[in-house]
């Protein structure tokens, strides 16, 4: 028994659609593959799914562009000329802007142009120039300030380890100035810390009355 016959309709399933189209599309490519082989033809295939997935077949004896060309010919117009003066147009836009800014520069900044200018345009020229003023002296303040407070920042964290390592420069010329008189004979000072920032200082020291006879001492600190 044959096949039955397929009515021609849009598959509504969307996965049989995708497998149907998948099948007939790698079905079409083969029989123009060997369209171009057994004729030796040149063929060209476009093909767009319903997501908008591109696939293409072109035979290996040309391409795209040679396709195209060969179908203008044949037909008699230009694909590309409507696109073309459309380029031309958005390229002449593009320079009246660019041409129209520069002219606002050599006004603004140059003070050239201005013989075309009546009293009036003049008039709002001066104004967006005030305007322009005022946001780049605020803009500038704002860094000043910006760099101002940051300065200061540095230098009361400057100022405050200044006064840490005063204070422990004047602790250890304590301990010195108190040994030196020879005050508490016999006892050790080991380790003093510091818990304001300040790094931990260790002062030892030994009255030499204390040191045992014949000892010789390996720090040259204790004499």
């Not at 397929?6 to 998948?22: A, D």
Request: net charge positive.
């Amino acid at each position: 028994m044959g096949r039955g016959k397929i009515e021609i309709k849009k598959i509504e399933n969307n996965t049989n659609r995708q497998v149907t189209y998948s099948k007939r599309r790698n079905g079409i490519f083969k029989k123009a593959h060997e369209l171009t082989v057994l004729c030796d033809a040149k063929i060209s295939l476009i093909m767009f799914s319903n997501t908008g997935k591109f696939h293409e077949y072109i035979s290996p004896s040309t391409t795209t562009k040679k396709m195209y060309d060969m179908y203008q010919t044949t037909l008699g117009f230009d694909l590309w000329s409507s696109h073309y003066e459309r380029m031309k147009e958005t390229m002449k836009k593009l320079k009246d802007s660019n041409n129209r800014l520069r002219k606002e520069i050599r006004q603004r900044v140059l003070g050239e142009d201005l013989d075309g200018l009546d009293v009036n345009d003049l008039t709002i020229l001066e104004q967006q120039m005030q305007d322009s003023l005022t946001v780049v002296r605020e803009r500038k303040y704002h860094v000043i300030k910006t760099q101002t407070d940051t300065c200061r920042k540095r230098v009361k964290n400057l100022e405050q380890r200044n006064g840490n390592l005063q204070l422990g420069y004047d602790t250890v010329r304590h301990l010195e100035k108190k040994y030196a008189t020879g005050e508490n004979r016999g006892e050790y000072e080991s380790t003093i810390t510091y818990s304001n920032g300040v790094p931990d200082l260790y002062g030892f020291c030994a009255h030499p009355n204390n040191i045992p006879h014949g000892y010789e001492p390996h720090d040259p600190r204790i004499a």
